[in-house]
């Protein structure tokens, strides 16, 4: 059975605390992600990476940062926590599009079960 | 910018009553529509891609369907293990890697 699987369900931690949020994917996907999912907002795309130590940008990067030193482990770091933080991180991943496709992203993502973070 | 509006927020069905969800979306030329499931607590699950105008794909009671303008995902019959919230997303060609996702719909099926 294919598998994304995140390291704490739950975490609680303070304002200002550095945070490891890691992902583990068991598929030899070639790409990863990071999602935050906030009522009335939605899926949130924070980071995206398509090979170990590459990465790019999502819609909202600002006050985290990502590291990807094996193929199959995507971490979420959040240097200095706050509030506004507090949220539901998904991981996913999913493999590398055609190359005629123009884009390294097929959409088809296989998604980890989240890790809800509350930042007091 | 990519946009998805989905409706109903939310759908109360009884078992065996059909209904049909609706995602309607604005994008820079489209590479692909996807559906995916969420139950409570968990990450989404991957249903569908649909790529272009008319194009159709089943799995059990689900069925999505698409236009220029929006996606359809019917339910026929659904039974009380279809509750859920059913996501929408888009790949615009100007978005690159990313996908929008829209709000949502939940629903709950009776038996």
């Known amino acids: 059975d294919v598998k994304v699987t995140q390291s704490s369900r739950y975490l609680v931690k303070r304002t200002g605390e550095k945070v490891f949020l890691e992902c583990v994917q068991d598929m030899d996907h070639e790409n990863m992600f990071w999602y935050r999912q906030d009522p009335g907002l939605g899926l949130r795309l924070i980071y995206f990476s398509y090979d170990v130590k590459m990465k790019e940008k999502g819609d909202i990067p600002e006050g985290y940062s990502v590291s990807r030193e094996k193929k199959e482990r995507f971490s979420l770091i959040l240097e200095s926590a706050s509030t506004n933080q507090t949220s539901m991180y998904l991981c996913a991943s999913s493999f590398l599009a055609p190359r005629d496709r123009g884009v390294y992203n097929t959409g088809e993502l296989f998604f980890g079960e989240g890790s809800r973070l509350t930042v007091l | 910018e990519d946009q998805v509006t989905q409706s109903p927020e939310a759908l109360r069905l009884q078992e065996g009553e059909s209904s049909s969800l609706n995602c309607s979306y604005t994008v820079s030329g489209l590479r692909g529509l996807f559906w995916y499931r969420q139950d409570p607590g968990k990450g989404p699950e991957f249903l569908f891609t649909?790529?272009?105008a008319g194009e159709e794909k089943e799995k059990e009671r689900l069925k999505a369907t698409l236009t220029k303008k929006e996606s359809f995902l019917h339910i026929t019959a659904p039974k009380p293990e279809d509750s859920a919230t059913y996501l929408c997303a888009v790949q615009g060609r100007a978005a690159g890697n990313k996908l929008t996702f829209g709000g949502g719909t939940r629903v709950l099926v009776k038996p």
């Open positions: 649909l790529y272009s």
